[in-house]
């Protein structure tokens, strides 16, 4: 899961560097309606970027599914700014962001488990020492 964090937030700090010329973070963070700490967090893996993030950049001209997968282009298909406020997302492309959003929360909810589980285990052992 960390892995997959980590590989997000590469390709949305890439989408920011090299799509949106070198934008600062703050200034991302701005265009975006996010604190420039949760983008900064978002980047390095250390949270899972919110769907309302990734409508957001897809209203930006920028395909989430490469954001999410590194499938696909980093530009959505024939936008151009002048229907970037009329954007709408495809069912289907919804329907599988949707998804991967529900597989990442639910993955998310097992390594909290595991490292629960884990913890409490390391305690019981120091307290039987």
Request: aromatic share 6%; hydrophobic share 35%.
């Amino acid at each position: 899961m960390d892995a997959l964090k980590k590989n997000i937030g590469r390709r949305l700090k890439e989408i920011r560097l090299f799509v949106f010329d070198g934008m600062t973070i703050n200034v991302f963070a701005e265009m975006l309606s996010e604190k420039p700490a949760n983008i900064s967090n978002y980047e390095q893996g250390k949270a899972n970027i919110p769907n309302r993030v990734l409508v957001e950049l897809y209203h930006k001209g920028i395909n989430p599914i490469y954001i999410l997968t590194g499938e696909g282009a980093k530009k959505r298909e024939n936008f151009t700014e002048a229907n970037s406020g009329e954007a709408t997302l495809n069912r289907s492309k919804l329907e599988y962001l949707i998804e991967k959003a529900d597989e990442m929360t639910a993955a998310a909810g097992d390594i909290k488990k595991y490292v629960l589980e884990q913890q409490s285990k390391s305690d019981a052992d120091t307290n039987n020492k």
